[in-house]
């Protein structure tokens, strides 16, 4: 997407893997070196607060999986 649009695309470790992130370069594509997914509410409070330092006053899109849920 970050390729494609030009928009800047802020990922977390586990949607791509530190190997993969530094063989792209496309200059809108950022990675966390933390995981986003299954996080506590204040994990993502911080990577929201991390990325409007770096785009204040611009709109934010997220997107994420559901929860794993638990198996029975």
């Given amino acids: 997407m970050a390729a494609a649009t030009g928009v ?3 990922c977390g ?3 791509i ?3 993969d992130y530094a ?3 496309y200059p809108g594509l950022s990675r966390f070196n933390y995981e986003l ?3 506590e509410a204040d994990v993502m409070a911080d990577a929201l607060e991390t990325i409007g330092e770096h785009h ?3 709109t934010v899109w997220i997107e994420r999986m ?3 849920q638990a198996q029975a």
């Fill in 8 to 10: 800047f695309v802020w």
């Fill in 13 to 15: 470790a586990d949607a």
């Fill in 17 to 19: 893997s530190e190997l």
């Fill in 23 to 25: 063989s792209r370069k």
């Fill in 37 to 39: 997914t299954d996080n």
């Fill in 56 to 58: 204040p006053g611009e």
């Fill in 66 to 68: 559901q929860p794993k």
